[in-house]
């Protein structure tokens, strides 16, 4: 597997997704199956490393005063009923 630079998440992400549309839909020999396996495991721990880097930058921008990271899940849900709160207030 080629070497990944810099912030190349969604090309990491596509080609994981080639990956997995080829060994479901496709008849292929072992070996190129393993080949493609193995292609596939790199590619999902890049994309998982990413992840996780830009959740602690996410941390860091929602520090509190102090310094101290202020956790809070961001739940889409959450944020449509609010949404639709705030617009049924109005």
């Given at each position: 597997m080629a070497r990944l630079?810099?912030?190349e998440f969604e090309k990491a992400f596509e080609q994981?997704?080639?990956i997995v549309r080829r060994l479901e839909g496709e008849e292929l020999p072992l070996d190129e199956s393993l080949k493609l396996f193995e292609q596939g495991i790199g590619l999902s721990r890049f994309c998982h490393q990413?992840?996780?880097e830009v959740e602690k930058k996410i941390?860091?921008?929602l520090a509190?005063?102090?310094g101290q990271p202020r956790v809070?899940?961001?739940d889409a849900e959450d944020e449509?009923?609010?949404s639709r709160d705030d617009v049924a207030e109005t």
């Open positions: 630079r810099g912030n994981l997704e080639s990413k992840l996780e941390e860091l921008i509190d005063a102090k809070e899940p961001f449509e009923e609010t």
